[in-house]
């Protein structure tokens, strides 16, 4: 409603940089509406998405990496290589191209065929169709690699182009060689396209795409089991590909173990002739001293002792083996370590008393003794080399490899993606978020007026706050439709004070009315000139209304339309706008004292209106003469109020010309969206020219739940919408 010049409260200064949740809160109230239609098209475009999507399928298979087995007796490798990671590297050889490679050239992965379907929903349809659309190659080789179209021209002919050049025209079990091109289909199937896209890709890249398409996870800690899994949009070509994957990996396995069996045996085949001459020497010596010496056969104590060395000789060697591998693992001075130098030690020692009583037999005795010991050691090597080849031979015949495959491949019933859920989820908390985000930062960046107190503090008088209400807003958008029309004589645009005389609108201005009659008793006339800082302020709006306001209370008012450049105020009074003030101001033939011949009695009791006229080329220059300023004192005694309607004071000249002649000036400003700085300008352009502005006219005020959380509202303002709805 009306507000004084001055305010008998405090006023609560907020800066602008202050952050005040409570508003933030009442902007996000405010703006409701508008944030749920974008959380709901959001939601809705997350919907769409979720459900256009080309879905997903998972196939996954278990295979079980045991353990390896030393080839060689004696040497195990589980001690050598314990603390490494087995399945870790059995996971990297299954993304190796040693795997992949083959499974791309056995399944043709390079070759990707596309159905070229209709944007957005071609794809949705031919899956609602349950008819899919394929094609199969059993060759397809292109002079190189790239992109080709084939078209369906028949049930089983088809043609291929690149660069729309025919390159090859055929039917399906056919051979066809042609420009280069080799291609055999087998089969075709299109029920929703008759164009496919065919691209044909180097094996290498084929290769990468699948190697990196591939999952491998252990299920559980070193338990040897792995997981391997594939996504593909094809829910059998992803079986297809994962098993051939599995099988290639379980056969590069076998073949793997069957090479370790061949080198071990191959190693033991260089080693037999030598350990064999070793045996056959040790064999020959003995017998040729048997012979020379005439000695047959020791004694029984000599046999037992010879049975114990050798015994001995043994146990030597292997603990020197395991000291060998023991030694690639810890240091001497690990109990394990050292646990193995006290058995070696002790073995030593029992074998050095044994050689003393070998000291004590006879010369004979003691040379036979070593003649048999050779033989025996050179024996049991060669027994067990014999032993090892026969069990080589074997395992080479029956190798299975390590790899076992617990769970061929099989793909998901349904698709893992796209998650609808959480595809909707994310567009809801996405459309959520950056609604609010854009409404906080919009508000922040906006430094519109939204309280009175702003304007009183920089030192102007605020005399009526005019809320906008349910009949303003159509105004304002009809308004907007007008200003981009092209007719503007015959768009109507009503005048509220007289079609609804309770809009809470007219209510404030009837409050201005009483303060206008105060403000210019002082005046040096009853000239008021109404004007803004910038165009779409509704500043006609209130000067129509204002002037019916004033005459509905029996005062007789004139309203000039002085905005001679782009002025509508005759489409409010629905009135003609053949002769005006531009018309009259340019006739230098016509008399100053006809002026109430252009004037227009209209529709409402006491209130006449001058019009605009023809848009002229120059309105300052036709503000500025003398008959401008002979017409206003005429019009200030033949009135009880003449209101003047002006163009924009940051836009043009116009105000500041026609300031010069009246006696108050109000301005309007727009709530929300004029800034006060762009107020404080205007006011500071019309001092610069002698324009005393009177007061502001806060226009188009809204009730806004970010002013009642972070300002709260005027006891007018309330007031007017209490009485508002106790009249209705």
């Not at 252990?218 to 949009?233: C, F, K, W, Y």
């Not at 908390?429 to 609010?436: D, N, Y």
């Not at 209130?542 to 000039?560: E, F, P, W």
């Amino acid at each position: 409603m009306t507000t004084t010049k001055t305010s008998s409260q405090p006023i609560n200064k907020v800066t602008d940089d202050a952050i005040d949740i409570g508003r933030f809160i009442g902007i996000i109230i405010d703006n409701k509406k508008l944030l749920i239609a974008a959380i709901v098209i959001s939601t809705l475009v997350g919907y769409l998405v979720a459900t256009l999507s080309t879905p997903i399928y998972r196939a996954d298979a278990l295979i079980q990496v045991e353990k390896k087995q030393s080839s060689i007796p004696g040497l195990d490798m589980a001690a050598m290589f314990r603390g490494t990671n087995e399945t870790e590297a059995e996971a990297f050889i299954l993304r190796s191209r040693m795997v992949a490679g083959p499974v791309v050239e056995r399944l043709g992965l390079n070759i990707n065929v596309q159905p070229q379907y209709m944007p957005f929903i071609g794809e949705w349809l031919a899956r609602r169709s349950g008819k899919p659309d394929s094609i199969v190659f059993e060759t397809f080789n292109p002079p190189s690699p790239g992109t080709y179209d084939l078209v369906v021209t028949g049930a089983n002919s088809f043609e291929i182009y690149q660069f729309d050049e025919l390159l090859v025209s055929g039917k399906t079990n056919q051979l066809l060689e042609q420009n280069g091109f080799k291609v055999y289909v087998t089969s075709l199937e299109a029920n929703n396209t008759e164009e496919f896209k065919v691209v044909k890709t180097r094996a290498a890249a084929a290769i990468n795409r699948l190697a990196n398409s591939l999952r491998v996870i252990e299920m559980g800690t070193r338990t040897g089991i792995l997981e391997v899994s594939l996504q593909n949009p094809d829910r059998q070509s992803a079986e297809r590909t994962l098993n051939a994957v599995i099988e290639e990996y379980q056969l590069q396995n076998i073949r793997r173990s069957a090479a370790e069996a061949q080198n071990s045996l191959k190693f033991l085949q260089e080693q037999m002739p030598e350990v064999k001459a070793t045996l056959d020497s040790a064999e020959a010596a003995l017998n040729s001293y048997r012979i020379s010496a005439e000695s047959i056969d020791l004694q029984t104590e000599t046999q037992s002792l010879l049975e114990r060395i050798v015994e001995l000789d043994k146990v030597v060697n292997e603990l020197e083996a395991q000291e060998s591998e023991i030694s690639r693992l810890f240091t001497k001075e690990h109990p394990s370590y050292q646990a193995l130098l006290e058995q070696k030690t002790r073995v030593l020692e029992e074998r050095e008393s044994l050689s003393e009583r070998v000291q004590g037999l006879p010369e004979t005795q003691q040379k036979i003794l070593r003649l048999m010991r050779d033989v025996e050691v050179s024996q049991q090597i060669y027994l067990q080399l014999l032993n090892r080849m026969q069990e080589l031979n074997i395992a080479k015949a029956s190798t299975v490899g390590n790899v076992r495959i617990l769970d061929a491949a099989q793909a998901t019933f349904g698709p893992v993606a796209p998650q609808k859920s959480i595809i909707i989820a994310v567009a809801f908390l996405l459309g959520a978020f950056g609604s609010i985000t854009w409404v906080l930062v919009r508000a922040l960046l906006n430094k519109g007026i939204e309280r009175p107190e702003q304007l009183e503090e920089e030192g102007l008088n605020v005399y009526a706050s005019v809320p906008l209400s349910d009949a303003q807003r159509s105004f304002n958008l009809k308004l907007e439709r007008f200003a981009r029309s092209k007719d503007r004589q015959t768009l109507h645009m009503p005048l509220l004070a007289k079609e609804d005389p309770t809009d809470l609108a007219i209510e404030a201005l009837r409050g201005l009315r009483t303060s206008l009659h105060f403000a210019m008793l002082e005046a040096k006339n009853n000239i008021l000139m109404i004007t803004g800082p910038s165009p779409a302020v509704g500043k006609t709006f209130v000067t129509a209304n204002l002037a019916a306001v004033l005459a509905q209370s029996g005062k007789k008012v004139l309203v000039i339309d002085a905005d001679i450049r782009r002025g509508y105020m005759h489409s409010i009074f629905n009135t003609s706008n053949d002769y005006g003030l531009s018309d009259f101001l340019a006739d230098k033939g016509k008399q100053i004292g006809e002026f109430k011949n252009v004037i227009k009695q209209l529709h409402v009791d006491n209130l006449f209106f001058l019009p605009r006229g023809e848009a002229a080329p120059n309105p300052s220059e036709l503000l500025m003469h003398d008959r401008m300023q002979a017409l206003l004192e005429l019009c200030q005694h033949e009135y009880d109020y003449v209101i003047v309607d002006t163009p924009p004071v940051l836009a043009v000249t116009d105000a500041a010309i026609v300031g010069q002649y009246v006696g108050t000036t109000l301005l309007v400003a727009r709530f929300g969206e004029t800034p006060v700085k762009e107020v404080t300008t205007t006011v500071q352009r019309l001092a610069q020219n002698g324009v005393d502005v009177k007061g502001i006219i806060l226009n188009s005020v809204e009730r806004k739940a970010s002013a009642y959380y972070g300002y709260g509202y005027s006891y007018g303002y309330q007031y007017g919408y209490s009485y508002k709805s106790e009249k209705s």
